[in-house]
């Protein structure tokens, strides 16, 4: 109770820390704290996070009557609390990591601002003049502290409930309801406050939230910058400890990484732990530095998501930055502004590769302090191309780029940039030395396709106009020559006897499966683009349940889609190109792979998100569709094959030189090869082809 508090007459911050003294103690032994405030910012919460976690324990309610003055991020704040107390929906997504309130207030405030807010734990209201709403603005500083016995506590003085008070010189006269000569002051306090919360202020005006965000008469501060400098270290935001055991080779990536000035590339197989590696390393980094920016960028809108999450485990607390998001450039000046006055020991933003390489992105950062911040590339051969390479921001000066593929297929000058700004690669982790322990093997079954007598005609025709533009591109034609081939690419993949072979196949994975009383599950099927909805619907008459998952469905329902494909609740993903970088489908047991491009950097991460190990799951089994002649009618095949197998062979290579079967699985092609004395294919793999082609006239037989 309050009054087994010793409690003094005055607070003075010359000897006291107000916060800790007094307002923590007195909120700890109350059920209700009625606050009139002039200045609020939501950093006072995880300052005072231990009296108020103590008050919400009591079963109490925190109501503060503030001038509508606040910044925009607490102000949405606010918002969102409001309505997430009639959008249940909203409400269940603010308080689904709520699990220690005092943790969260001190990394993820706002959020848990909204939750208290829909609970009804603390509610606003503001105070504007009755005189007109542009008038002077309500100023008062007093509070009053009850507990469950009904006796209270009311102090006046100059403390606002901000951080920057917590530094000022500041004082508290304290008055309680049991002492003689205090009571009465104690009282009018009380009844003054009550007033006021009631609107029965004759001077002031009281707004509840619903109506001044219906009256929008809000003001939102100018100032990006926190009006304070300095904050005690017991105080400061604490960092959660990650409880994660890293595999040996993730923690030696990290001790060759910091060993190499912290500048380097990760080339590490997708599916052994790119992400959580380089954010222990980002953690190894901040203790040494004591604080940290950490910068990451990754290709795609879908990956935010999955980041923050990675990143909510090592208790970094991500601003988020895409088209898809609003406000992140306010927040990251914001943040970066309570770094420097050491506020904030550790920010953490997180973009898509297009909008950080964007002015307003870089303007946004542009007062970062480079040897306190790290860049963290994802996908880092993304990041070589065009105006992607405006992300790699020159004042930071710890980076890391992440990726299974880092070079640039046929593209030196864009690898150059991107080894010349992350520096050389510093660990390696090849596919080899992930699987069976930390990837799943897998069975390579490469199924040869023929094209039909049509298809095989055009793309002889495309041959021709290809090599007849080859010996005499100009910048005029160069976009015709890019057409031809993408053209060329989408026949062969989209040719149609792989539609009959997949129905084939999977009736037969069908059957297998019904003989043991059991039900596919876990399949996955790469097709051409704009050939999903056909063949949607033909694997569909199997009696398999199948969803799409290409680039317009909503990331709400991607998550809710690779839920049901975990459990088994779908049985088949169809996918273009949505599933290459960075999702998760660990459940994968058979992929049926119907296009690919000749770019490692598609086929390797295709490879990467089939193996990733799951509960139950021994083996992969990777179905590749390859065009090929046909092995009985091989003499009259057109020559047009050489450059179709040129073309397919560095994918069957690198997939079959770490399979289960790998012999079995060349046999299937080697006496095609051996027909036209192209056995050396088989050993060479996608860089071999690479550095054997760049200087020739590659692209007649072969598309990029």
């Given at each position: 109770m309050l009054k087994e508090i010793n409690i003094l007459n005055v607070y003075d911050s010359e000897y006291y820390n107000i916060i800790k003294d007094l307002q923590i103690p007195l909120l700890s032994k109350s059920v209700d704290y009625l606050r009139g405030v002039g200045f609020f910012t939501s950093g006072w919460l995880t300052i005072a996070a231990a009296g108020i976690v103590e008050l919400i324990n009591?079963?109490?309610?925190?109501?503060?009557?503030?001038?509508?003055?606040?910044?925009?991020?607490?102000?949405?704040?606010?918002?969102?609390?409001?309505?997430?107390?009639?959008?249940?929906?909203?409400?269940?997504?603010?308080?689904?990591?709520?699990?220690?309130?005092?943790?969260?207030?001190?990394?993820?405030?706002?959020?848990?601002?909204?939750?208290?807010?829909?609970?009804?734990?603390?509610?606003?209201?503001?105070?504007?003049?009755?005189?007109?709403?542009?008038?002077?603005?309500?100023?008062?500083?007093?509070?009053?502290?009850?507990?469950?016995?009904?006796?209270y506590v009311a102090i006046h003085g100059s403390f606002n409930d901000s951080i920057k008070a917590s530094m000022n010189g500041e004082a508290f006269s304290v008055f309680k309801s049991w002492e003689f000569g205090q009571c009465d002051y104690a009282l009018n306090h009380k009844e003054r406050l009550e007033n006021l919360w009631n609107n029965n202020n004759k001077q002031f005006k009281v707004y509840q939230t619903p109506d001044i965000i219906r009256e929008k008469l809000i003001k939102l501060k100018t100032t990006n910058e926190r009006p304070y400098n300095y904050i005690e270290k017991e105080n400061?935001?604490?960092?959660?400890?990650?409880?994660?055991?890293?595999?040996?080779?993730?923690?030696?990536?990290?001790?060759?990484?910091?060993?190499?000035?912290?500048?380097?590339?990760?080339?590490?197989?997708t599916g052994t732990g790119k992400t959580i590696t380089s954010l222990a390393a980002a953690n190894s980094l901040y203790h040494r530095l004591e604080s940290l920016i950490i910068i990451i960028i990754v290709p795609f809108v879908h990956l935010l998501d999955q980041w923050e999450k990675n990143c909510r485990q090592f208790g970094f607390e991500p601003i988020l930055c895409s088209g898809e998001h609003t406000h992140w450039a306010i927040n990251i000046k914001s943040a970066i502004a309570d770094f420097k006055i050491k506020v904030k020991k550790l920010v953490c933003i997180i973009s898509v590769h297009k909008t950080a390489a964007s002015d307003s992105f870089q303007n946004s950062i542009k007062n970062i302090p480079g040897k306190k911040t790290l860049l963290i590339g994802d996908e880092v051969h993304g990041l070589g191309s065009g105006n992607m390479k405006k992300?790699?921001?020159?004042?930071?000066?710890?980076?890391?780029?992440?990726?299974?593929?880092?070079?640039?297929?046929?593209?030196?000058?864009?690898?150059?940039?991107?080894?010349?700004?992350?520096?050389?690669?510093?660990?390696?982790?090849?596919?080899?030395?992930?699987?069976?322990?930390?990837?799943?093997?897998?069975?390579?079954?490469?199924?040869?396709?023929?094209?039909?007598?049509?298809?095989?005609?055009?793309?002889?025709?495309?041959?021709?106009?290809?090599?007849?533009?080859?010996?005499?591109?100009?910048?005029?034609?160069?976009?015709?020559?890019?057409?031809?081939?993408?053209?060329?690419?989408?026949?062969?993949?989209?040719?149609?006897?792989?539609?009959?072979?997949?129905?084939?196949?999977?009736?037969?994975?069908?059957?297998e499966f019904e003989k043991r009383g059991e039900t596919p599950c876990g399949i996955l099927i790469y097709c051409a683009p704009g050939e999903h909805k056909e063949i949607l619907k033909k694997v569909?008459?199997?009696?398999?349940?199948?969803?799409?998952?290409?680039?317009?469905?909503?990331?709400?329902?991607?998550?809710?889609?690779?839920?049901?494909?975990?459990?088994?609740?779908?049985?088949?993903?169809?996918?273009?190109?949505?599933?290459?970088?960075?999702?998760?489908?660990?459940?994968?047991?058979?992929?049926?792979?119907?296009?690919?491009?000749?770019?490692?950097?598609?086929?390797?991460q295709r490879r990467g998100r089939i193996l990733r190990l799951s509960k139950n799951k021994t083996k992969a089994f990777i179905y590749d569709f390859i065009v090929a002649p046909d092995h009985q009618r091989i003499q009259t095949e057109s020559e047009s094959y050489i450059g179709i197998l040129k073309r397919e062979m560095p994918r069957f290579v690198e997939f079959s030189s770490s399979a289960t079967n790998e012999f079995a699985a060349r046999s299937k092609i080697r006496d095609i090869l051996d027909y036209y004395q192209m056995l050396n294919l088989l050993d060479e793999k996608p860089w071999d082809v690479y550095h054997r082609l760049k200087e020739s006239d590659w692209s007649v037989d072969y598309d990029y």
């Open positions: 009591n079963g109490g309610r925190a109501r503060i009557v503030l001038s509508p003055i606040l910044s925009e991020s607490d102000w949405e704040a606010f918002v969102i609390g409001e309505k997430a107390k009639e959008d249940r929906i909203l409400y269940e997504l603010l308080s689904r990591n709520i699990y220690d309130i005092q943790s969260s207030m001190e990394i993820d405030v706002l959020n848990t601002l909204s939750w208290m807010i829909a609970d009804g734990i603390i509610e606003f209201r503001f105070a504007i003049s009755r005189e007109k709403v542009q008038g002077s603005d309500y100023h008062d500083k007093a509070g009053v502290f009850t507990d469950i016995n009904g006796d400061r935001i604490k960092q959660i400890l990650p409880n994660i055991n890293l595999y040996p080779y993730q923690q030696e990536a990290i001790n060759k990484w910091m060993g190499a000035s912290c500048c380097g590339i990760f080339e590490m197989a992300a790699l921001n020159p004042i930071i000066q710890n980076r890391l780029g992440l990726s299974a593929t880092p070079r640039r297929w046929f593209d030196d000058e864009g690898s150059g940039i991107l080894f010349n700004y992350f520096g050389k690669i510093c660990f390696e982790f090849t596919l080899e030395q992930a699987i069976g322990k930390y990837l799943t093997p897998y069975e390579y079954n490469p199924q040869l396709i023929q094209l039909l007598p049509e298809e095989l005609e055009e793309y002889d025709e495309l041959s021709d106009k290809i090599k007849r533009l080859t010996h005499k591109r100009t910048s005029e034609s160069e976009e015709v020559f890019k057409r031809l081939l993408f053209k060329r690419a989408h026949l062969l993949s989209s040719a149609k006897n792989k539609v009959l072979l997949l129905i084939n196949l999977l009736n037969n994975l069908i059957d569909s008459k199997t009696g398999l349940r199948c969803h799409e998952f290409v680039h317009n469905v909503s990331l709400l329902e991607r998550e809710k889609i690779l839920s049901q494909f975990e459990n088994g609740l779908i049985q088949v993903l169809i996918a273009i190109k949505c599933l290459d970088e960075g999702v998760d489908v660990p459940a994968t047991q058979y992929a049926f792979i119907l296009s690919s491009s000749t770019n490692p950097k598609e086929f390797v």
